[in-house]
Every structure is written in C-alpha cells, then in structure tokens.
C-alpha cells in the first residue's frame, strides 16, 4: 500500500435505541492508501454503511460514533472538526455516493441548479465558470454538456448513476465514498458504471471505498479488501489472494457462496445460521456459532485483527501463532 490517505483507527459506532444499546461497528481499524481501492464487503446488516456514513460524519442519530479516530492525510482527526471544517472538507475532500444515489438528485431542479450549487458552496467560483466545470463534469462522465438544462426523470438509471458520480467528482476529492454505486443497475450498465469510475480513478488518483456485496464485482475492482462480520473487520487481504487463501472461515464461507469467476460450475454451499444478534454478543469469537472449527478458545477468548504475514490480517484464534 502506498502512504495512507486514510487511517481509520478502532472505529466504534452504537445504535442507542429503547431496544438496548447496540455496537454495530467493533473497533474497526483499516487504511485506504492514496489512490487505492479497498473493498468493504460482508453480509447485510454488518456495519458496512455505518462505517462509511461515519466517515464522512454523516451518521444519524440513534448512530453515535463513541470511540476512535479517523485520520485523514494533511487534516488530523476528521472526529475533531468542528462545524465549520467539516463542512469545507466533506466533498472537497472526500465524497460519497451512496445506496440508489440516483434518487438523491433533486426532481425539480436542473441539473445546472444542482451542480452549480455544490461548486459554488466550496469555491470562489462565478456562475459562469461553474457552469463550465459542470459542462466539463458531465462529459467526464460521457453525458452532452447541453443536458445541463435537463432534469433528472429525463435521464435514464445508468444515466442518473453517472450524474451523481460527476456530483461526487466535481470539487477532486481525494476519497470517494461509494456504497453500494451500482446495485439498482442492470449487470450490463453496473460494470460499464465500474469501468468509467476506474478510468477516472486512473486518471485523477483519487482511493475509493468500495463497498458492494457482489463480491466477485469487488475482486475485479479493488486492490485490497476488508471482510466484515457482525460489526468487525474480520480479515484484510490483497483482493487477489483473500477467495484463495482465506485466513477466516467467514471468508472461507462468503466465497463458497459466490459463483467462481472461471472454471467449472460448482455446488455454492453458503454458510449456515444466521448474523448474530448485536443485543447479546457472546464471549469470545463473533462468528463462534457459525463457524465448524471453532474451538475452546473461540468461545473464551476475545478476538484481535493482527497481522499475519505482510499485507494479510485476520482475527481468527484459528491462525493464532
Ligand atoms: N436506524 C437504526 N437503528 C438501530 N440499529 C440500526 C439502525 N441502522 C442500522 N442499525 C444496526 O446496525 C447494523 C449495521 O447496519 P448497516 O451499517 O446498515 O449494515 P450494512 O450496510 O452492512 O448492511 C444493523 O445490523 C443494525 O443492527
Ligand atoms: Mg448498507
């Protein structure tokens, strides 16, 4: 990995509702280098989305971030800034787009409205250049700078997808946020989607956040990914080696149940059991009821990610040395 761009250190996140108290990110700790791509990738319900709003402080309440630090290169702790930072960072520096992000373009503006909007409110920008650098943005994203007249419903799925990308793009951030980008898309337009946003990964250097859980969409496109399970990062890998030689049996159990990318057709076997219930977490190991090699350890002893050899981690007792 190169020279971080972010550093998110022992991350804690609780939902605190009338139901209980729930830690639904466990002192999570990972970088993302400058200009990688990391994949966050786990079952619905692990903490994926919590982890990537809490990043850019866009976290709700009953979500309250109660431990950690994020570090964000040049800026220090982005959980120490105060209104006024927060607010001239977030899409300058880092922006999202988020879970069916093609709905969350305003029905009754332009699109010149809308882009003009963010590029005013972050530059000293006129009216006039805006435009231009929207003109330019759409065609990044190979859209005709004359639709900048047009509203949303004018464009199709893909189309509006590629929008909000532009949005994302428009003040070059250094890390874009992407949750789930694609997933309300059809196969076809979802990798032509990841094909663009790569290009302009290439061509701009910013690192991505990549989070889907098409897991064998997220081999192909990121460089190294982090496995989550029940609010904890389980395992960290170079994208290439972690369905081959995984160093958790989640992992084991996630890629058993996503097709092969090549060779035979095989039986996916899935894993067996379901999340755990974050109200009443066990002793020891998260994964201990779903796991078939957990030992007397798992069921005592609390996990840790370590490193393993360089550029893998996991938290296994399984692979404790
Ligand atoms: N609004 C909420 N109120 C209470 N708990 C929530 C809320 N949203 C999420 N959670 C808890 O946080 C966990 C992680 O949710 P989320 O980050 O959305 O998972 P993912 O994006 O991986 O599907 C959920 O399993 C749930 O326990
Ligand atoms: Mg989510």
Request: with cysteine; glycine share 8%.
């Amino acid at each position: 990995m190169t020279t971080p761009q972010i550093s998110i250190r022992n991350l804690c996140v609780d939902y605190i509702t009338d139901a209980g108290d729930v830690r639904a990110v466990n002192n999570v700790s990972f970088d993302i280098g400058k200009g990688e791509v990391f994949g966050l990738a786990g079952e619905s319900g692990c903490g994926k989305s919590t982890v990537a709003f809490s990043l850019m402080r866009l976290h709700k309440p009953p979500a309250f971030i109660t431990g950690g630090e994020i570090l964000f290169d040049g800026h220090g702790d982005i959980l120490k800034f105060n209104d006024q930072k927060l607010s001239s960072f977030r899409w300058s520096e880092m922006s999202m787009v988020f879970q069916s992000a093609m709905n969350a373009l305003n029905p009754v503006l332009t699109l010149e409205e809308q882009f003009c909007d963010v590029i005013m409110h972050h530059t000293n920008l006129t009216r006039e250049q805006a435009v231009r650098r929207a003109q330019g943005l759409l065609e990044i994203v190979d859209i005709h700078p004359d639709r900048l007249q047009d509203y949303p419903h004018q464009f199709s799925g893909g189309m509006r997808q590629r929008l909000v990308i532009a949005i994302a793009l428009a003040l070059n951030p250094k890390l874009i946020i992407m949750d789930e980008p694609t997933t309300a898309l059809d196969v076809v337009v979802q990798r032509e989607i990841l094909q663009k946003i790569y290009a302009l990964k290439e061509e701009f250097g910013f690192a991505i956040l990549f989070i889907t859980h098409d897991l064998s969409l997220m081999v192909e496109f990121s460089d190294r990914i982090g496995i989550m399970y029940s609010g904890e990062l389980v395992e960290v890998a170079p994208s290439k080696q972690i369905l081959e030689t995984p160093y958790h049996p989640y992992t084991e159990g996630l890629s058993s149940s996503f097709p092969p990318l090549t060779g035979p057709k095989t039986r996916l076997k899935g894993i067996p059991g379901n999340p755990l219930n974050l109200l009443d977490v066990p002793q020891g190991c998260r994964f201990q009821a779903r796991c078939s090699k957990a030992h007397n350890a798992c069921f005592s002893q609390s996990t840790q990610l370590r490193q393993l050899e360089p550029g893998r981690l996991s938290n296994c007792h399984l692979y404790n040395k």
